[in-house]
């Protein structure tokens, strides 16, 4: 037998070449991690090319092993301990939904705004309590349902203040029936979204909006005293099932009796964290306020792999849920950063969600346990959206949603044809009167439970037309003046009779 030993690595295709031996005999080995050995013996003359073929099969101890991390894996998996999405075993697809993703940022801008001071303004530091959570998909649903019953400029300004590009009404519609349905079937976290119609008892929804609402939305609508207190604990209870006890009052006192109808939209969510936080690492640690003020906070600490990026004037970082189909995406601006700068930024680009397949770093983390219940007036935020005439009672249009009475004036007709529609100098219009939004918030060590219940109240309004505008087109030669209304001066006067240069 030769002796020494010789070694070789096989190509692309598999084959090995050993060349430059002696002529005399050989043990050829061929060895593969989790395979059986297999051996021979070679008798090699001067000149002589040998081949072998050698046919390596999984030891049965290697099957086994095999087979027990497929199903350790499969049982991981099925109890939602693996990332599907860093994993790759499941891709984000928004093409058939709504994401209200933009419609999100700048609602939440539009409601921080008040409060606190542009970047090197001269306004007062925002009190230390500031804070804001909002439900950008309650909010957004809620309003696809007024847009349903909207006509004209009101149903135009819907489309627009959600930020949802070309769909019309019909495409929404479908995109929000499946968004939903499979919202409401998912298992790595308890989701839900549900809707309601409260309608007061002296009025009659349009049947045609009513069936739109159940189909779509799974709405039903109820028939209610809005102005008893009666239909409190009704408003209240239905708000309290659907998000699981954490939100159990969104109306505190009867409606007026010029309203005829409330809906409601409810979110809710539930879901641990897919490595959750030991409670005995967390410990009141430093936190400076947007004031500036230092104070103690008790903070979660662990390490772990997580999705990291940067942009302009922040850092951001994904935690993901329960088999990372739901997530967590903090933002955190720099030192200095004004967060209405930062919201302005990520309004244009989109919110930071860093790919956990790709940007994944070891992270020291340490987050905030935090613990959030407000209402929201949503009619500000909603104003500086564009929405401003869901509440105006000169232009709010939602002639779709209750049948007309004959004991009230007429509807009144659409403003871009009004002249063609009617002369009554009086009519019913209605208006959006109140827009709220609960939101309950708790994120600790296990995870997070979140619930928003968006509330839209529809008032009755008695109104009269105003006369027609006096028409005045400057569409011949015409004279004009520039004068000094302090002192009665004419500045400039002139003629034009061909206003091309």
Same mark, same amino acid.
């Not at 809620?142 to 495409?171: C, F, K, M, N, Y």
């Not at 949603?401 to 063609?420: E, F, K, N, W, Y």
């Not at 019913?428 to 918030?441: C, E, P, Y």
């Given at each position: 037998m030769a002796s020494g030993v010789t070694g070789a690595t096989s190509d692309t295709t598999g084959r090995y070449t050993i060349v430059g031996l002696r002529a005399g005999?050989?043990?050829?080995?061929a060895r593969r991690i989790g395979s059986l050995r297999r051996d021979t013996t070679i008798t090699l003359g001067a000149g002589d090319t040998v081949h072998w073929n050698p046919v390596l099969s999984a030891s049965e101890l290697w099957v086994r092993a095999a087979e027990d991390q497929r199903r350790a894996d499969a049982a991981r998996a099925e109890a939602g301990s693996v990332d599907s999405i860093a994993t790759g075993a499941v891709r984000t697809d928004s093409s058939g939904t709504l994401t209200y993703e933009r419609f999100g940022i700048e609602l939440l801008r539009a409601a921080l705004a008040p409060t606190i001071p542009p970047a090197?303004?001269?306004?007062?530091?925002?009190?230390?309590?500031?804070?804001?959570?909002?439900?950008?998909?309650?909010?957004?649903?809620?309003?696809?349902?007024?847009?349903?019953?909207?006509?004209?400029? +009101?149903?135009?300004?819907?489309?627009?203040?959600?930020?949802?590009?070309?769909?019309?009404?019909?495409?929404?519609?479908?995109?929000?029936?499946?968004?939903?349905?499979?919202?409401?079937?998912?298992?790595?976290?308890?989701l839900r979204v549900a809707n309601a119609l409260w309608v007061d008892v002296h009025e009659q929804l349009q049947p045609t909006f009513a069936e739109w609402t159940r189909d779509v939305f799974g709405a039903t609508a109820r028939s209610v005293p809005l102005d008893s207190a009666r239909a409190l604990p009704i408003l209240n209870g239905w708000a309290d099932s659907v998000t699981r006890g954490r939100i159990r009052q969104v109306v505190a006192a009867p409606y007026d009796t010029s309203v005829a109808t409330v809906l409601m939209n409810a979110v809710y969510m539930k879901s641990v964290w897919l490595e959750p936080f030991e409670k005995s690492e967390t410990k009141p640690r430093a936190f400076t306020t947007a004031a500036g003020r230092r104070i103690d906070v008790p903070t979660m600490e662990r390490t772990a792999t997580l999705a990291f990026g940067r942009g302009a004037g922040y850092?951001?970082?994904?935690?993901?849920?329960?088999?990372?189909?739901?997530?967590?995406?903090?933002?955190?601006?720099?030192?200095?950063?004004?967060?209405?700068?930062?919201?302005?930024?990520?309004?244009?680009?989109?919110?930071?969600?860093?790919?956990?397949?790709?940007?994944?770093?070891? +992270?020291?983390l340490r987050l905030p346990r935090f613990h959030v219940e407000q209402q929201t007036d949503l009619r500000g935020p909603f104003e500086?959206?564009?929405?401003?005439?869901?509440?105006?009672?000169?232009?709010?249009?939602?002639?779709?949603?209750?049948?007309?009475?004959?004991?009230?004036?007429?509807?009144?007709?659409?403003?871009?044809?009004?002249?063609?529609?009617?002369?009554?100098?009086?009519?019913?219009?209605?208006?959006?009167?109140?827009?709220?939004?609960?939101?309950?918030?708790?994120?600790?060590?296990?995870?997070?439970?979140a619930a928003a219940v968006t509330t839209l109240a529809f008032e009755l309004v008695v109104t009269s037309l105003p006369p027609e505008p006096q028409q005045f087109f400057v569409d011949r030669p015409f004279l004009f003046a520039l004068r000094d209304e302090m002192t009665g001066t004419l500045l400039f006067v002139g003629y034009v009779a061909d206003p091309r240069e």
């Open positions: 005999r050989y043990q050829l080995v090197g303004g001269a306004a007062a530091a925002p009190p230390l309590n500031v804070r804001r959570v909002l439900s950008p998909l309650s909010a957004a649903q809620a309003l696809v349902l007024a847009w349903g019953a909207a006509v004209d400029s +009101t149903a135009h300004a819907i489309q627009q203040a959600l930020r949802i590009g070309a769909p019309d009404l019909h495409e929404v519609a479908r995109r929000t029936r499946r968004f939903n349905a499979g919202f409401n079937a998912r298992t790595d976290a308890e850092q951001a970082l994904r935690i993901p849920y329960r088999a990372g189909l739901t997530a967590m995406y903090v933002v955190l601006p720099d030192s200095g950063m004004s967060v209405l700068a930062v919201l302005d930024s990520i309004a244009h680009g989109g919110w930071p969600l860093p790919d956990p397949r790709t940007e994944s770093v070891r +992270t020291h500086r959206l564009g929405l401003g005439i869901i509440f105006d009672s000169t232009r709010a249009d939602f002639a779709k949603l209750v049948v007309p009475r004959p004991d009230r004036p007429p509807p009144c007709p659409p403003i871009s044809g009004r002249a063609q529609l009617s002369l009554e100098p009086r009519c019913t219009r209605i208006r959006i009167s109140k827009a709220t939004q609960d939101v309950f918030l708790d994120v600790d060590e296990e995870g997070t439970e």
